[in-house]
């Protein structure tokens, strides 16, 4: 997400020995955890899309197998 989302404070509990962790390493919780929810969240929307639209990925690709591309006539390879 851009920076012109807004920030909202969150209460977390974490591992004391991750926590630890982390700050040795200097590591930005805030920023890793954006940036590892968006990843989850991009990953269940793909999984949603592909669930929703199932039907109709399938009926095409019964389509291509029973007809093959439109494409197919043209192709010199």
């Known amino acids: 997400m851009g920076n ?3 920030k909202q404070s969150a ?3 974490i ?3 991750l926590l630890q962790r982390a700050k040795e390493n ?3 919780l ?3 955890l954006e940036e590892k929810l968006e990843k989850i ?3 269940q929307d793909r999984h949603a899309w592909l669930d929703e639209n199932r ?3 399938d009926a095409a690709n019964r389509f ?3 007809h093959g591309l439109w494409s197919d006539r043209l192709r010199c390879f």
Do not use: F, H, M, P
């Open 11 to 13: 209460n977390l509990s």
């Open 15 to 17: 591992r004391s020995d």
């Open 41 to 43: 969240l991009k990953e």
């Open 64 to 66: 291509v197998t029973e």
């Open 4 to 6: 012109t989302v807004r």
């Open 30 to 32: 805030s920023q890793t």
């Open 26 to 28: 200097k590591i930005n």
């Open 55 to 57: 039907e109709a990925i």
